[in-house]
């Protein structure tokens, strides 16, 4: 997979996930319950707007100092015995990966959950190469096997899908006779998995944090994946986005406390493992080799454009599980790697807005992700920014521009709105085309009445009321 | 001495709801203030603004700046919180003109949202307003999230005699108006109108309430489509109700 | 070893409008310190109740004991999942413990860093019960703290369907804070450094909790006095 995850364009997209009842149930539903359990964890918490000053200020102060702990972080890590590559792309990123499996002569990967791999397209080029990789979080493996299915939430990957699904996908798949029980689909995966990660030459995983000051990489999860896929293989590969870096452990504590509840509610998941270097002379498992491999992919654009702050952002999905859009269309309605708000904030600086600029239309700038976000991304304002410019550089077409700047002109001037609103009241009888269609498709349109409320005010004095 | 308020209409209510704007004239007439409107007056530009149009924006941004600051008057109200946000906005359209960008921050310290103005500033309730039957608040996202007006309009509501409010399934979600987001996306902004009218309608509701022109326009669209039993209206409208 | 560092750094550099990373970082300033305040002033009863409360919230199951029954403590839930066992090597575990479970049931193992990683983790694999004793456990998430480096293999707590970790009652503190200050207190960091907080779980079928996804299906805590 890239950053792009359907070839449809925009509409089609969302006329397909619209007509998707299963889907917009599991969405509302997951939307519903994860809010909940997020809103109670920071209610227990307390002080939920001083945590997510102090872990806003914290991802900022990184970003603002990253040239400098991203050196701190490399020579700490090598000096743990890790191997640390720095690539500028997905090719450069994946081309390295490639070749430490082949020159270890490995056959078989298993992976835990990570975005920057899906980002850069790893396992494609992995498999291309005759590899077999294995996803091992539940519902990445699943979509993994369903004919390489897209995940639709950047945390609960299947989310979109029901129990029945995944059992009649086991069932073609992978030989499932059982019934449609979460426990009974969750153990039978287990079996499955379990050879895999024995077998394994190499464990592929992200990073969700790195602590400069020590070279440690971290990866949480709550099935306990990210601890077996840097248990069990005798190499180690680590994806790591440049920006994933805190400076000490003292911040990790803070960035910890809000990502598992942001993410699922929770306090904390039920694994974090910090890994600082190889196994060491005294171990007998864990991995002989670590490869840390840092990706630019776009990211130093970013950096150094209005929208750096976006880069602040820890993952954790809470903005999509608050989308009002999101939640009828997604992941999968955006045809991006990273949906929601984040997506609109972030892909379009990251990949270009020749591709992606079209996404930022998916919101209604209701303004609610900007109020979760647990490291104060100023989703909202960089949405409307990306408007801005995209509007400027006339990347929406020639008939909007037209009626934008007629529009513009109109209310630009007095007489002319005068004008054009006294003939507002025909326009039941245009065409239902165009802007009109989109509205009346499912809308009744308001009937506009003879009387303006300034001809209203106007002849208040000799008549009194609106007739 | 009575507050002297500049009256901003909006232009979806002078054109396609006036009965909205003229029940806000009258009521704020009724809390004793001395009320004007500037003919010249047109459109805050928000429908531009929020599709990224800022340069097609701009004339009506400095029309509105020169008309609501010319009148002598103490304050500019206004019955949409979507507006209102708009209008304390200015400033960011005039970075390179710090003239404007000043004029810019006198118009909106001195524009409120109608509910907030009542509330907060005149600290009025509204006397001797009727209206029987259960309710339905739509907490619109630009008044109350953006601008931070939660309390004001319950506040108000909650004193007209004879209305019960009823809380609904996903009160505070977006109605998905959104602006031009309505007629881009319009399936997609459909979709979010229908779920909120189906909960509205799965508390018993027989009004829906709001704040703001634009969202009750796109809910009502979705209402009188599926021919539901509720009636659409304007917090205005609500407390000159009798 | 560091590979293709320069170009990278200075990418990132001028992005930042400068021509090469700082000689030190900015000050970062913390707008508050919360997280400091959690329980700052609880007596050493009061977190370990804390803690073992939000562990059964969690499906946990805690018992406390003194050092002396720890043994007796560990063949009873042995004696319900059945063995093999495999033990860390550490000294609260492979004195009595050990030889109590060795009598009990034949199959003991100890982890044996001198020994391979096959041969560890083929015991590890084999084994019912894997245990462990946590550096520090954590009151408000009920987390404990592994160093999984030497006799406390990373398999002893992962491979096996049951967990058992053994805490000592004065090591269990406020929260993740305090977890996060010794780590940088420490000369030298493990290679491999777990916080567990519960059994392995997933939610990813419609969101429906399971217990048990890759690692242990139970996670059972002993406090020892």
Known sequence: MSIKTSPLPLKERLRKELANPVMRTAIANAQDLLNAKRDAAFAELGDFAKWRETAGAIRSHVLENLDFYLSRFAERAAAAGAHVYFAGDAAAATAYGLQILRDKKAAKAVKSKSMVTEEIGLNRLLEEAGLEVVETDLGEYLLQIDDLDKPSHIVVPALHKDRERFREVLAAKKGYTGDSVPENLTRFVRQLIRKDFLEADVGITGCNFAVAETGTVTLVTNEGNGRFVTTAPKIQLVFMGMERLVPTFAELDIIFSVLARSAVGAKLTSYMSLITGPRGPQDADGPEELHIIIVDNGRSRVLASEFREVLRCIRCGTCMLECPAYRHISGHGYGTLYPGPLGLALVPVLAGYEDYGEITKICSLCGACSQVCPVEVPLYEFIFEHRRIIAEEQRLGAGENFLMGLYGAVIGNSKLYGMATRLARFSALAPRAGPLAQWTAARELPAIPKTRFRDWFAARGKKGNLP | ?242 | MITGKELFISRISHGLGRAAPPDTPTRLVYPHQMQRRYQAHAAKRELRDIFIANARAVGIDVRECSERDLAVALVEIVRKTGGPVVLADDPLLTGDVARCLVEAFTECHIWDAGAGREENMALAEKAKVGVARAEMALAESATTLLSCHGGNGRSITLLPENSVIVIRAETILPRLTQAMDWLHQQKTLPASVNFVSGPSSTADIELVRVQGVHGPLELVYIIVE
Not at chain 2, 151 to 180: N, S, Y
């Open chain 2, 1 to 242: 001495m009575s507050p002297r308020v500049s009256f901003f209409a909006t232009c979806l209510a002078d054109t396609v709801f006036p009965h909205i704007a003229a029940d806000a004239v009258r009521l704020l007439e009724k809390l004793g203030c001395r009320v004007t409107f500037n003919p010249r007056q047109t459109c805050c530009g928000q429908p531009l603004a929020n599709a990224g149009f800022h340069a097609e924006a701009a004339a009506a941004i400095r029309l509105q700046l020169e008309v609501l600051l010319t009148d002598p008057t103490d304050y500019v109200v206004c019955p949409s919180g979507s507006c209102v946000l708009q209008i304390k906005e200015y400033p960011k359209f005039f970075k390179n003109r710090p003239d404007l960008q000043d004029k810019a921050r006198q118009l909106g310290d001195k524009t409120y949202e109608l509910t907030d103005f009542i509330v907060n500033v005149l600290g009025r309730t509204v006397p001797g307003a009727r209206l029987d039957g259960r309710a339905a608040y739509h907490p619109s996202c630009h008044l109350t999230r953006l601008l931070g007006v939660t309390k004001p309009p319950l506040a108000l509501l909650e004193q007209v005699a004879g209305l019960e409010l009823v809380d609904f399934k996903g009160q505070d979600k977006c109605c998905g108006f959104g602006g031009t987001f309505a007629v881009k996306l319009g399936a997609l902004s459909s979709a979010m109108a229908v779920e909120k009218v189906e909960n509205i309608r799965a508390a018993g509701a027989h009004y829906l309430i709001g704040a703001d022109a634009g969202c009750l326009m796109n809910l009502q669209g979705i209402i009188r489509r599926k021919r539901y039993p509720i009636t659409v209206l304007h917090i205005a409208q609500v407390l000159m109700a009798d």
